[in-house]
């Protein structure tokens, strides 16, 4: 057995976790009132080191939906229960969350592999602090794991600087200029807003979004917002609407398709040269660590078609809007449920 996983306290759990995010805890605390103990039956691992996702964020990003909607339970959200948390309380709240049901997550672990131990009830979880046998394997990396950029990125070529949205910071961090953001998210709207007391904004936009109440976040970005096939479909905007934007001085510009050096194409074929390019295209799931012929059960959402190996908080594999914090509740107490389950 490696030092190393030994010294974590990975060996002979009857679980492993991977991901200390939203998912992680709400899959975490549904065990621990199923009467499983964290560090003795069940353990988290997590890839970054100590510091979550919502910690990087960009400092003025508050979350979508209200604090009523964004605990996990029995654990509140204090103060305002209608107010739009900020991501440091959010990632403050996470980790009085893990003090309140005992969990300590192994950080700086990360999972690259699981394969079926022969014809066993055992898996084998490959990770770089070493292999691991366990009898449950819980994927919960996120939906949104990993920054997706298009590949017309690498034709670019501008004089100030390229980033995603998961890089940005505040303003000071884009050079002066123009600056052309790409994708009209609520995070390219929200990024639009923000950078334009200080630069020239174009929003480059690929579908119309329809504005919709902030209040209405938790179930509009869930069952009517995605198919169960892990589609994404086009969220609306919680935030500023489009025609606000362009009243205050954003530029409204059709979807960037390509780029050519320093000049970014649009859709309808004209040339933008924007001195600084932000893309707010999203994410991928953190699910690459998978085999490629996992699939969903059929009819048990949260298990996978190889035994012992669940997920929470992706909705390709479970309940639409399970990566959202009111939906991955859900994803949690059947995951918990079938690993209690499993003889």
């Given at each position: 057995?490696?030092?190393?996983?030994?010294?974590?306290?990975?060996?002979?759990?009857?679980?492993?976790?991977?991901?200390?995010?939203?998912?992680?805890?709400?899959?975490?605390?549904?065990?621990?009132?199923?009467?499983?103990?964290?560090?003795?039956?069940?353990?988290?691992?997590?890839?970054?080191?100590?510091?979550?996702?919502?910690?990087?964020?960009?400092?003025?990003?508050?979350?979508?939906?209200?604090?009523?909607?964004?605990?996990?339970?029995?654990?509140?959200?204090?103060?305002?229960?209608?107010?739009?948390?900020?991501?440091?309380?959010?990632?403050?709240?996470?980790?009085?969350?893990?003090?309140?049901?005992?969990?300590?997550?192994?950080?700086?672990?990360?999972?690259?592999?699981?394969?079926?131990?022969?014809?066993?009830?055992?898996?084998?979880?490959?990770?770089?602090?070493?292999?691991?046998?366990?009898?449950?394997?819980?994927?919960?990396?996120g939906a949104h794991a990993r920054p997706h950029m298009p590949a017309w990125v690498a034709d670019l070529t501008v004089p100030g600087t390229v980033l995603h949205s998961s890089q940005y910071q505040y303003p000071r961090q884009i050079p002066a200029g123009d600056v052309l953001i790409v994708g009209g998210g609520n995070a390219g709207v929200q990024l639009a807003r923000e950078l334009l007391a200080s630069h020239r904004v174009t929003l480059a936009t690929r579908t119309p979004r329809r504005r919709r109440p902030a209040a209405a976040y938790p179930t509009m970005s869930g069952d009517r917002q995605r198919r169960f096939t892990g589609e994404q479909v086009p969220e609306p905007l919680f935030t500023d609407?489009?025609?606000?934007?362009?009243?205050?001085?954003?530029?409204?510009?059709?979807?960037?398709?390509?780029?050519?050096?320093?000049?970014?194409?649009?859709?309808?074929?004209?040339?933008?040269?924007?001195?600084?390019?932000?893309?707010?295209?999203?994410?991928?799931?953190?699910?690459?660590?998978?085999?490629?012929?996992?699939?969903?059960?059929?009819?048990?959402?949260?298990?996978?078609?190889?035994?012992?190996?669940?997920?929470?908080?992706?909705?390709?594999?479970?309940?639409?809007?399970?990566?959202?914090?009111?939906?991955?509740?859900?994803?949690?107490?059947?995951?918990?449920?079938?690993?209690?389950?499993?003889?």
């Amino acid at each position: 057995m490696n030092a190393r996983v030994e010294k974590l306290g990975l060996s002979h759990r009857r679980a492993i976790i991977v991901g200390a995010g939203q998912a992680g805890l709400a899959v975490s605390a549904e065990l621990v009132l199923r009467g499983l103990v964290p560090q003795r039956d069940f353990v988290v691992i997590d890839r970054a080191p100590r510091i979550r996702s919502w910690a990087s964020r960009w400092h003025s990003l508050r979350l979508l939906s209200e604090a009523r909607h964004s605990a996990l339970p029995p654990f509140p959200f204090p103060g305002d229960p209608r107010r739009h948390p900020r991501v440091d309380e959010m990632a403050s709240y996470l980790a009085a969350f893990e003090k309140h049901i005992g969990l300590i997550p192994r950080w700086g672990v990360k999972a690259i592999e699981v394969r079926r131990v022969g014809n066993s009830t055992t898996l084998e979880l490959r990770t770089d602090a070493g292999d691991v046998q366990t009898r449950n394997v819980v994927c919960a990396t996120g939906a949104h794991a990993r920054p997706h950029m298009p590949a017309w990125v690498a034709d670019l070529t501008v004089p100030g600087t390229v980033l995603h949205s998961s890089q940005y910071q505040y303003p000071r961090q884009i050079p002066a200029g123009d600056v052309l953001i790409v994708g009209g998210g609520n995070a390219g709207v929200q990024l639009a807003r923000e950078l334009l007391a200080s630069h020239r904004v174009t929003l480059a936009t690929r579908t119309p979004r329809r504005r919709r109440p902030a209040a209405a976040y938790p179930t509009m970005s869930g069952d009517r917002q995605r198919r169960f096939t892990g589609e994404q479909v086009p969220e609306p905007l919680f935030t500023d609407s489009y025609a606000e934007l362009r009243e205050a001085g954003v530029d409204i510009a059709p979807a960037a398709v390509g780029a050519i050096g320093a000049e970014v194409v649009l859709s309808d074929g004209r040339q933008l040269g924007p001195t600084s390019v932000v893309f707010a295209t999203g994410y991928r799931p953190g699910d690459d660590w998978l085999p490629d012929d996992v699939r969903p059960h059929p009819r048990k959402r949260g298990r996978t078609s190889m035994p012992g190996l669940f997920t929470a908080g992706l909705p390709r594999y479970g309940y639409p809007g399970g990566d959202t914090i009111q939906g991955v509740l859900r994803d949690a107490a059947r995951v918990a449920r079938h690993i209690i389950q499993r003889p």
